[in-house]
């Protein structure tokens, strides 16, 4: 069965400081992966998607870029964060049918 | 533009008491409409895909229906344990890898 990995689980970092957040998936090959943004009170928000190694969509022009340097790793970036960086980051893993499948999430709080 | 909207935004019912949850939505051409439940700090957990008008499932007290502009997810007879928010998202045709999610209903089931 396929599984999905997310961490760390929960970051606190300071306005300015860069971003790391990485998500794999095991027990498939190919997949599609997607990052999502969950802000309170809003619905999920598609920040990046990838059909393939190296390859990358943005969705949402911002202060994050996303990377995925092998098959089943997904990870979001920031050179520096802001505020408004603040959310529920959650990686979903999706094969050729279009049910998209999510990871435990991140708490990244920016103070 | 594509858009979903959920209603209620909070439910609250007494344990045996059955009730339904709405999804509205416009898409240019649907592909899919997706629930997903989630508990308080956890990615979203996958629940039905429907695809076509008239399309029914069911899981435990759980059913899903689907129309050309709604979906409902009935509750049948809840017990606690199925307090969570429910989040509904569609695929449009042509957007393969994009889902438009509501902003999600928070259901209580009180003992």
């Known amino acids: 069965s396929q599984t999905i990995h997310q961490w760390p689980a929960t970051l606190v970092q300071p306005v300015g400081s860069p971003l790391s957040l990485e998500c794999t998936v095991e027990?498939?090959?190919?997949?599609?992966l997607y990052w999502y943004r969950q802000a309170a009170g809003r619905g999920l928000q598609l920040l990046f998607y990838?059909?393939?190694?190296?390859?990358i969509s943005s969705e949402v022009p911002q202060n994050l870029s996303a990377s995925r340097p092998q098959d089943r790793q997904f990870i979001l970036s920031s050179k520096k964060l802001l505020l408004s960086d603040s959310g529920f980051y959650l990686c979903?893993?999706?094969?050729?049918?279009?049910?998209?499948?999510f990871g435990p999430g991140t708490r990244l709080t920016v103070l | 533009e594509d858009q979903v909207t959920q209603s209620p935004e909070a439910l609250r019912l007494q344990e045996g008491e059955s009730s339904s949850l709405n999804c509205s939505y416009t898409?240019?051409?649907?592909?899919?409409l997706f629930w997903y439940r989630q508990d308080p700090g956890k990615g979203p957990e996958f629940l039905f895909t429907?695809?076509?008008a008239g399309e029914e499932k069911e899981k435990e007290r759980l059913k899903a229906t689907l129309t050309k502009k709604e979906s409902f997810l009935h509750i049948t007879a809840p017990k606690p344990e199925d307090s969570a928010t429910y989040l509904c998202?569609?695929?449009?045709?042509?957007?393969?890898?994009?889902?438009?999610f509501g902003t999600g209903t928070l259901l209580a089931v009180q003992p």
């Open positions: 898409v240019s051409g649907l592909r899919g």
């Open positions: 990838s059909v393939g190694i190296g390859q």
């Open positions: 027990g498939t090959s190919n997949p599609n």
């Open positions: 429907l695809y076509s």
């Open positions: 998202a569609v695929q449009a045709r042509g957007a393969t890898n994009k889902l438009i």
């Open positions: 979903a893993w999706s094969p050729t049918s279009p049910t998209q499948y």
